[in-house]
């Protein structure tokens, strides 16, 4: 690690990844046009507006293929935020991550499918 921070690696390493989340947030901003999110141009996730009367979205997009985290996991005084968080960190590549946008727009502009399983 000392040669990494004596021959500047470190550093070319942080900037990297502060590139790559700048990118993926970019690539986000235009994937989620038209819809309300809050984020910071370096950030590695973003909060996602939730439909109002959609009371099972987080569970609608689980269904989808997106492991999502409502607001409720994050709060603390019992008044969860109507969002969601959304990770652009997890996805290994833009490409991965262009799909999961997809998904998570089409999931979100679909009914909601009510069967309940179990």
């Known amino acids: 690690m000392t040669h990494w921070l004596e021959t500047g690696i ?10 790559e989340a700048v990118g993926r947030q970019q690539l986000a901003q235009r994937a989620l046009k038209g819809l309300q999110f809050l984020a910071k141009p370096a950030a590695h996730h973003l909060w996602l507006r939730l439909p109002e009367g959609r009371p099972d979205v987080a569970a609608h997009l689980l ?24 990770s652009l960190g997890a996805a290994r590549n833009r490409a991965e991550l262009t799909e999961a946008l997809r998904i998570l727009v089409g999931a979100l ?9 179990v």
């Not at 390493?13 to 502060?18: D, G, L, M, N, S």
């Not at 293929?65 to 603390?76: E, I």
């Open 109 to 117: 502009h679909k009914p909601a499918d009510t069967r309940q399983i």
């Open 63 to 86: 269904r989808n293929g997106l492991a999502v985290v409502a607001g409720d996991a994050f709060t603390v005084d019992g008044t969860p935020p109507r969002a969601a968080r959304i």
């Open 10 to 19: 470190a550093d070319r390493i942080i900037t990297a990844i502060r590139s």
